[in-house]
Structures are given as structure tokens and as C-alpha cells.
């Protein structure tokens, strides 16, 4: 909601805690764990990219996969940027062939999109940046249509934040909602999902998504989609807790790996409390 300022509360928080440990303070370095922030959305891009593996049979067998990562029709105004980056920011990075679409004006932070072209280079991928949800379909393995706030939206919504400027707020939510309402064709439907490769791509949200005709009038994708991809979705999502406690043992231990061979040949049992 605070863009420019939840990322680098954070990093202020994890310096501090570093110069605690330095200084005897804190016996242990605690662990901060980055669960959104305006940036970045770090444990969902882990998750996704954890069932991806999955799926396609290790991250290695990502390279040269098309991945759209697409702006959605949605009938709210303000969902944050962090998912799309923290997706293009990750996919770059394992020689993905990365496509990003969104109408004119929907631009996400321009740091983070040339941060993802130049990872994109380096391993050997793709990136491209088109302003059709059709072209960005064709061909595509996987498919993630999402709905965010314009990177422009977001910058005037942070002082009426902080000035609590309840009518300022307001006035920005009507324009945004008109303006939303221009791409309702941007929607994840059967016909474009046809477009994908064999017309089988993988669809993918963070969730929770906007289905048409179930959660509202009009949203990201068509019930049909999403019913198919139903029990995807919900797997996709099911990584998310062992991401984040993945992250916290390699914050807290310094043989994560040892550790865990220890409670193996430990071999407790945990009992389950009916």
C-alpha cells in the first residue's frame, strides 16, 4: 500500500537486527521474513516457481518455457504491485522466455522491469513487453493473468494514505474504476487460453482471483478457466507455509541441511491431538 517505503522498512528492520547480534545484544540473528511488501512478494514467487518445478520436472526444465505474465480486468482498484514483480524479477533469472502485458498506463515499477530484462540476458532467456493479452498468450506454457494498480496510481494513493484523506482516496478509486472499466476484455477466457501452446498452457494465480460470474459480474478469469485449473491453483497455493518455514530454518541454523538429517534419523513421531 506504501509504495517507495514497506521494502525498505523492512531492510531497516533486518540492518538493525544484524547490528543487535554484532553488538551481544541479541543472541541470535531472528529471522524477518518478507510475506508482501511493496516491491516484492518473495514467499508466493518461491511457491509458484516450487509447483512449476514440479510440474515440468525441476527448475532446469524452465529454460526457453514462455511465461505471460499478464494484467487482468478486475472490479477493485488498488491490488498491489508486488505479484507481477516478484514473478517477471523470478522467472528471468532461469532462462524463461518472459512476456509482460498490461494496458497503456499499467506499468509496474520501471526498476524492477529493467532489472528483469538484463537477468533475462544474462541466462540466456527472453524478455518482452507488449500491450496485448492475446499476444502475449500465443505460444505460451504457462499463463498468469493477475489485475494490479498502475505504478502511477500507486505513487498519488501514498500521501492520501498518510494524510488519511478519506475523500482524496475516494476521488482516486472512482477515476481508477472508470478507467479499469475500458479493459474488460482483458479476462482470461476459454478463447484466449486456445491461443496458449496446444491451447493447454498452465493458468496460475496467487489467489484469491476474481472469477467472473462467481465472485463478481466481471473479473480476471472465466469460471470454466479456473474450474479446470482448480485443484493447480490449490496446490500452487499449498507451497506458500513450506516456503516461508524453508526460509526460516536457513535464517536460524547454520547447517540447514544437517539439521534436518537429524530429525530423520531422530525418527520422532508427532502425535496428532484429536
Given amino acids: ?90 522467472a528471468s533469472r532461469f532462462g524463461m522466455d518472459v512476456v509482460l502485458a498490461h494496458p497503456e498506463g499499467y506499468d509496474l515499477i520501471p526498476d ?19 500491450s496485448s493479452m492475446d499476444e502475449a498468450f500465443k505460444d505460451a506454457d504457462i499463463v498468469y493473468p493477475k489485475s494490479w494498480a498502475p505504478f502511477s496510481v500507486m505513487q498519488q494513493r501514498v500521501p492520501l494514505l498518510h494524510a488519511n484523506d478519506t475523500a482524496g482516496l475516494k476521488d482516486l478509486e472512482k477515476k481508477c474504476l472508470e478507467n479499469n472499466a475500458r479493459f474488460k476484455d482483458w479476462e482470461c477466457t476459454e478463447e484466449k487460453m486456445k491461443l496458449t501452446k496446444g491451447g493447454k498452457a498452465l493458468y496460475m494465480h496467487c489467489l484469491p482471483a476474481d472469477i467472473t460470474d462467481v465472485s463478481c459480474k466481471a473479473g480476471e478469469v472465466a469460471a470454466s478457466v479456473f474450474d479446470r485449473y482448480r485443484d493447480e491453483t490449490y496446490m500452487e497455493a499449498s507451497y ?7 526460509m526460516i ?10 539439521t534436518l538429517e537429524s530429525l530423520v534419523k531422530r525418527g520422532t513421531k508427532r502425535s496428532a491431538l484429536l
Avoid at 530454518?249 to 544437517?258: E, H, I, Q, S, W
Wanted: hydrophobic share 40%; net charge positive.
Fill in 1 to 90: 500500500m506504501y509504495l517507495g517505503e514497506g521494502d525498505t522498512y523492512q531492510r531497516e528492520v533486518a540492518k538493525s537486527l544484524d547490528e543487535g547480534v554484532k553488538a551481544g545484544v541479541l543472541p541470535q540473528r531472528p529471522a524477518v521474513i518478507n510475506l508482501q511488501s511493496d516491491i516484492d512478494h518473495p514467499t508466493q514467487a518461491m511457491a509458484d516457481f516450487l509447483h512449476l518445478a514440479n510440474r515440468y520436472g525441476g527448475l532446469d526444465k524452465l529454460k526457453g518455457k514462455k511465461i505471460a505474465m499478464t494484467w487482468a480486468y478486475s472490479p477493485s482498484y488498488g491490488k498491489p504491485l508486488s505479484v507481477p514483480q516478484g514473478i517477471i524479477g523470478l
Fill in 112 to 130: 524492477v522491469v529493467e532489472l528483469s530484462k538484463r537477468q533475462a540476458a544474462a541466462s540466456g532467456g527472453s524478455f518482452r513487453h507488449v
Fill in 240 to 246: 506458500k507455509p513450506y516456503i516461508i518455514a524453508a
Fill in 249 to 258: 530454518l536457513l535464517c536460524r541454523t547454520k547447517d540447514p541441511a544437517g
